[in-house]
């Protein structure tokens, strides 16, 4: 039995979000599971994050058992013959027994991309949030600064369950010329994240771009971890998983 670890990428759009859910729903677990068994693979698939509907991933890890004999590089080619056209896997490699995508995981970073231009961009529809009026970047940024370290983040996540408490190692915004125009895209990378956590804090990043709260207010909802306080959830097609890190005892070296 060998366990593997794939980097997948998929447009989120046409998904029901990543884990899979009751019949009928399509989800990117239940279309991976769904065609393991044919390269020989167990049909259970294991995330080490995850995404909810419209929500993008550029390299998404998974672990899987293969007790077949295909080789470890002719992996990525096998499944992306079955795969839709909106989920490929980018690489594989075999890990240790004991891996876990989920587990092991050192950190997790996502993107969120907003284009700023006078009228929408038809491309960019599913692929970033659309503002045309003008934002504060400076008090962007001042924002920003509260949100590193270790808080609890109840205050910007929804149909949370958990223990709000994370640490986030990195909260960062950058201005960039994209394909269709000026984008501001938001970096986040931390230990692990709640449950609508990102675009929630994006959310409220942009009423502070607006004029429509002070910076010093991600303070009070830190404080609090009052829902109420915060802005409303950032829609789903800016936000992209980014990727995830490993230590590197788990991932033994490419051959």
């Not at 239940?30 to 991933?57: C, M, N, Q, S, Y």
């Not at 771009?209 to 910076?215: C, D, E, S, V, W």
């Not at 010093?216 to 409303?232: H, K, M, N, V, Y």
Request: charged residues 25%; without cysteine; aromatic residues 8%.
């Amino acid at each position: 039995m060998r366990r593997i670890l794939i980097l997948t990428e998929y447009d989120g759009t046409h998904f029901a979000g990543l884990q899979r859910q009751r019949p009928g729903l399509r989800t990117v677990q239940g279309e991976l599971e769904r065609i393991l068994p044919e390269i020989g693979a167990l049909p259970k698939a294991v995330a080490a994050g995850r995404t909810d509907a419209g929500v993008h991933a550029l390299a998404m890890p998974f672990h899987f058992d293969l007790p077949g004999r295909i080789p470890t590089e002719k992996i990525p080619e096998a499944l992306n013959r079955l795969l839709p056209e909106d989920l490929k896997v980018l690489a594989a490699r075999e890990v240790a027994p004991d891996f876990h995508a989920r587990k092991d995981a050192l950190w997790r970073a996502y993107l969120y991309r907003v284009l700023l231009r006078p009228h929408p961009s038809p491309l960019l529809r599913h692929r970033a949030l659309w503002i045309r009026h003008p934002l504060d970047l400076a008090a962007i940024q001042e924002a920003l600064a509260y949100l590193p370290g270790r808080h609890n983040f109840l205050g910007f996540a929804k149909e949370e369950v958990r223990a709000g408490e994370r640490e986030l190692y990195e909260a960062r915004m950058e201005e960039v010329e994209g394909e269709a125009g000026r984008e501001l895209r938001f970096y986040f990378r931390g230990q692990s994240f709640l449950r609508g956590q990102v675009r929630g804090m994006v959310g409220t990043l942009l009423e502070v771009g607006l004029g429509k709260r002070f910076p010093e207010s991600l303070r009070l909802i830190l404080q609090t971890q009052d829902r109420g306080q915060a802005g409303p959830s950032a829609p789903p097609q800016g936000l992209y998983f980014l990727e995830a890190r490993y230590p590197e005892d788990k991932l033994p070296p490419k051959t």
